[in-house]
Structure formats: structure tokens, C-alpha cells
């Protein structure tokens, strides 16, 4: 048996112990939270200046390594020196696929470097669809004009104030 005392606080734990915390724990968490935030930005100076010291001073090479992937993150890719032809066509595309495997097949590209660069040429395909599409709009809106202009009847307003 346990006997509690008056001094002890209560925890209420809901029975199946899911859902959506109480309303007081969320609000606890926020303020714990933000008081980190306000902590962290006060002391950001001298916490950068901690690991700067074990870098420089100490040889700690993690504090090294802590400084120089937050100053000079790490490049996701390489450069790649690859000669593109101008996209200028949908052919220009599908020449340039060519170039691509055989720059593949010849060991001057990865095929993971061919990919992306694939994966560029591809979205600059998709654009051409899309600009046929409005300049046929825009040719189709010009011949409407043009008829409409010339062979539109006079409105009722028109006729009301025309002068004979």
C-alpha cells in the first residue's frame, strides 16, 4: 500500500494514454520552449566564443568540426563541366540526351552526374508544350479579333445614338 500525502502533486494520465496532450502541458511545453529560445539568443556570444576557444586553443578538432560545418557547409553536388547544346527545340532535347550517353559511355560523366543533368534537360522539354500552347492562344485570340472587328454587328446602344 502507498499513502500519499497532501504534499504530493497528482499526475492524470488519460487510460489509454493517447491523444492529444492537455491543454496545460501544451502550454507548459510552448513556455519551456520559448525561455530556451530566449536563453540561446542571450548566451549565442559567448556559447560561440566556448567553441571557438576548444577549436583554436584546446585542439578539440569536434568543436573544430562544429565551426566549420555551420561557417562553410558541405556542397551537396560537385561542378560538373559538361558543353550543353542550346535548348532552344524539343530536338535540341533529344540531341542533348545523346550527348549525354555518350559522355556516359565514354567515362566523361558519371551516370549519377548524367541524371541530373538529364533531370534539367528534362524539365526545359516540359516547357515547350506550354509555350506552343500559348502562342497558338495567342494567334487563335488574334484571328477572333480580327473577324469580330470586321464583321461585328452594331450593338442596340450603338444604333440608339448613331448619327444619320
Do not use: W
Not at 51 to 64: E, P, S, Y
Amino acid at each position: 500500500m502507498t499513502n500519499t500525502t497532501s504534499s504530493e502533486t497528482e499526475i492524470s494520465v488519460s487510460p489509454r494514454g493517447r491523444g492529444r496532450p492537455k491543454v496545460e502541458t501544451i502550454a507548459l511545453t510552448k513556455a519551456a520552449r520559448s525561455r530556451f529560445d530566449t536563453l540561446a539568443a542571450e548566451s549565442i556570444e559567448a556559447v560561440f566564443q566556448a567553441v571557438l576557444t576548444a577549436a583554436t586553443q584546446d585542439g578539440d578538432m569536434a568543436a573544430a568540426k562544429l565551426l566549420i560545418d555551420r561557417v562553410i557547409p558541405s556542397r551537396r553536388g560537385a561542378p560538373v563541366a559538361f558543353h550543353i547544346r542550346p535548348l532552344k527545340t524539343p530536338e535540341d532535347c533529344d540531341l542533348a540526351y545523346a550527348d549525354l550517353l555518350d559522355d556516359v559511355g565514354a567515362g566523361r560523366l558519371t551516370p549519377d552526374e548524367a541524371q541530373t543533368i538529364s533531370a534539367i534537360v528534362a524539365k526545359r522539354a516540359e516547357l515547350f508544350p506550354s509555350i506552343e500552347l500559348a502562342a497558338e492562344i495567342e494567334g487563335l485570340k488574334a484571328q477572333l479579333a480580327a473577324v469580330v472587328g470586321s464583321h461585328r454587328a452594331p450593338s442596340p446602344i450603338s444604333r440608339a445614338f448613331a448619327i444619320t
